[in-house]
Nanobody, 127 residues
């Protein structure tokens, strides 16, 4: 099970750190972990991913330089540090993990590249 936390209401220019706790049977190695977001009326969008084999981090253009993905392997927890937030970042943020698909870095933004998802955490940025 993937459990997101850390969402909330923040003013434009502020920061939040999202956490994705991995518990239960999923507390083992995975190929990739990622963050997606979905705003009302929009499709789910890949925000960032971290490949555990390659070590590569990937970011959507809209968040490059502002967001940072990381993980604490021992705690089975992934993070998304979000700085300089804008109202356009308002969305439900989801954590996703690839345990069995073993997708490539080139498809990191594709929701079909992940087989486990969290329930999401709301991030609201006021202007």
């Amino acid at each position: 099970q993937l459990v997101e936390s850390g969402g909330g209401l923040v003013q434009s220019g502020g920061s939040l750190r999202l956490s994705c706790g991995i518990v239960g049977a999923l507390s083992r190695d995975y190929h990739r972990i990622a963050w997606f977001r979905q705003a009302p009326g929009q499709e789910r969008e890949g925000v960032s991913s971290l490949g555990t084999s390659s070590g590569r981090t990937m970011y959507a253009e809209s968040v490059k330089g502002r967001f940072t993905i990381s993980r604490d392997r021992a705690k089975y927890t992934a993070y998304l540090q979000m700085n300089n937030l804008t109202p356009e970042d308002t969305a439900i943020y989801y954590c996703a993990a690839d345990y069995f698909i073993a997708g490539s870095d080139t498809r990191w933004y594709d929701p079909n590249s992940y087989d486990y998802w969290g329930q999401g955490t709301q991030v609201t940025v006021s202007s």
